[in-house]
Structure formats: C-alpha cells, structure tokens
C-alpha cells in the first residue's frame, strides 16, 4: 500500500459482485443454504467478527486459511495463529448485556474500531518485514 488513501481502503466495508459456480449453488440449494449466508457466515468466522457462530466453526475457518497457505510467505506458523488470538481478543470485549445502551455500544464501536486498526497496522508492518 503506498498511498494512506489505499490503506484507509482496507477499513471501509466493500461491497463484492461474484459469479457463483454452478455447482456450488447446487450443494447450497441441496443443503437448503443460500450462498450468502455461507460465504457471510464463512467470512464472520474468519475475521472473528460477533455474528460469528462459535469456537469450532472459528477455528475450523482458521485451519482452512491455514491448510490453504494463505500468508504463509508473510507469517510463520507462531505469528498466523496470534495474529488470530488477538482477534478473538477483541472480539471477546464485547459489553455485557446490562451495559447495552445505544450511546454506550456507538462509543464501543468506535473504540473497537480503533483496536481494529492497531490491530491490523501492527501485522500489515510485521508483514512486510518477513518479506
């Protein structure tokens, strides 16, 4: 990333136009699934989001990244699985229901975001020192 505009990119939702192989289409409709809520629900669990569904589909979504080497070339196996567990750190911060008020959540959010950030800018640097 060489300009902060392309870096401040990755922050923002994407919104993504896919052309769904036929036969994936037909193991959703077969197992009464729409592609969207898989490839949603897929995403939620790697990226530790809240609407993830639990431990085992996080952690089987983070052993497919795994068995599939993405970022191999970037981390070594220690680095990958805490670039997870940090994840699954900030995820664990959400407010217990009897600190749920609307003004509280909003200011949460932006405080979570900001975590994100750290977060992120402290892989994306080690990432490029591997390199």
Not at 14 to 38: A, G, I, Y
């Amino acid at each position: 990333m060489s300009t902060a505009e392309e870096k401040q990119q990755v922050f923002a939702w994407k919104d993504l136009s896919l052309r769904l192989p036929p036969d994936f289409s037909m193991v959703c409709t077969l197992l009464d699934v729409s592609p969207e809520q898989v490839l949603i629900e897929f995403m939620d669990n790697v990226s530790r989001r809240i609407p993830s569904k639990g431990d085992a589909e996080r952690d089987a979504a983070l052993n497919y990244m795994l068995h599939c080497q993405y970022g191999n070339h970037l981390f070594n196996p220690a680095d990958y699985t805490a670039l997870f567990k940090e994840l699954d750190a900030i995820r664990s911060l959400w407010p217990q229901p009897k600190l749920q008020t609307a003004a509280f959540i909003d200011d949460f959010v932006k405080w979570r975001s900001i975590l994100h950030r750290n977060w992120f800018n402290k892989w994306y640097q080690l990432s490029r020192k591997i390199q």
